[in-house]
């Protein structure tokens, strides 16, 4: 059978035969279907350890413990102790070789995340003494009248 | 051209043959994998829970996410945030997320308009993160297997192999996915997928001071999460969608969305 029509479906199944052989020279050897099946789990295993080797950045409080044993006493003794001290200050990584010194945030902007007053009766914010940015000695740091570490009115 | 019923038969043969040969040389599909799929093997299922009592808006978890994986801090991107919900007396309901709260909810200005604290009926926040839902139609969609999901349950994204043609960022129920403005690729939570296959907790389960967030394993019955999954009052997000979405949530309000 000689005719015009046969002409582009060989040309396409040469296509299809270029890409079959050219396939194992592109794709990675470890590409494969995995445990969760061809439709989710079709993916390059290698990524996943990508993903595991991904450096850690927030230690967490137990980490300051050896070194700011005051600051890690007096805020575990406060109102302020669920709060991590990354949270304030940044995330670790490194420290104290990089970064050398934490950032310190004296900003209002860091304590009314919490303590600015809404009246939204239905969530915990509601539980969290409130005062209005506005009004409680503006233009002044927190940080001049409070202890961030350990905030207790009245010692 | 006349075609006999014998030569219509002998012709679809072959062409039925000429399309599985390449299939099957190649190991494309797998049918045995496909069906012994389903439940899937492991001990791990990682899934979250969400108190949305205890939220207080603080966004410190968005912080913390941003900063400990590399999402550009100041641009709107983020991969978990938090949500505002205000309904009013008169049943209008406002929600709004800055920044996805990276700086916390300061005023009880929404959207540039005070709401009188009278006619507030509710209002509450609640965080939100990728679901790594059992049924990913984000995974699904993905044209080059750059999206995937690992047998715990997490899905993930290949950066090199992500072409950044954005149908999962369209196929997400849940608006979880946006574009990594550095590294040009999708991007999206994938629970610290660094942080907790080293046994810590995600670094915004970390950052709650006030317990609203946990991670835990569903396969672990003892695991606090499994058990207040199984024996308290918890709901999902758009479950209509048949995504089968694996963040709890306590506390959920029907005006979530």
Known sequence: MKSHVW????????????????RPLIVPSDFGTGERGFMYGYHRKGN?????????????KEYCKDCHQEKYDSNMSSKHSIIQCENCHGPAVDHPENPEKLVIDKSRAL??????????????RSKIKGINPAEHNPDM???MCHDPHKPNLGG | MKFSRRELLITAAKGALITALPMGAIKFLEP???????????????????DTYKCVGCGLCVKACKNENEVPYDTPVTRTWVERYIIKKDGEMLADSPMGARDGFTENKIRETAVDPKDIAKAFFV???????????????CPVGATYQTTDG?????????IGCGYCIMACPYGVRFFHPVHKVTEKCNFCYHRITKGLNTACVDACPFGARMIGNLKDPNDPVT???LTERVGVLKSEYGTKPQVYYLGLDENVR
Not at chain 2, 34 to 47: F, N, Q, S
Not at chain 2, 154 to 162: E, H, M, T, Y
Request: aromatic share 8%; with cysteine; hydrophobic share 40%.
């Open chain 1, 7 to 22: 002409r582009p479906l060989w040309i396409v199944l040469g296509l299809v035969g270029l890409i079959l052989l050219l």
């Open chain 1, 48 to 60: 996943e350890e990508d993903w595991k080797a991904i450096k850690v950045k927030y230690r967490s």
């Open chain 1, 111 to 124: 304590c009314i995340r919490c303590h600015a007053y809404l009246p939204y009766e239905q969530s915990d």
């Open chain 1, 141 to 143: 740091e927190c940080s």
């Open chain 2, 32 to 50: 045995k994998e496909v069906m012994a799929e389903i439940k899937g093997p492991g001990k791990v299922r990682w899934a979250f829970l969400v």
């Open chain 2, 127 to 141: 965080p939100k993160l990728c679901n790594q839902c059992d049924t990913p139609p984000c995974v699904q969609v």
């Open chain 2, 154 to 162: 997490v899905v993930l994204i290949d950066r090199s192999w992500c």
């Open chain 2, 227 to 229: 058990k207040i999954v």
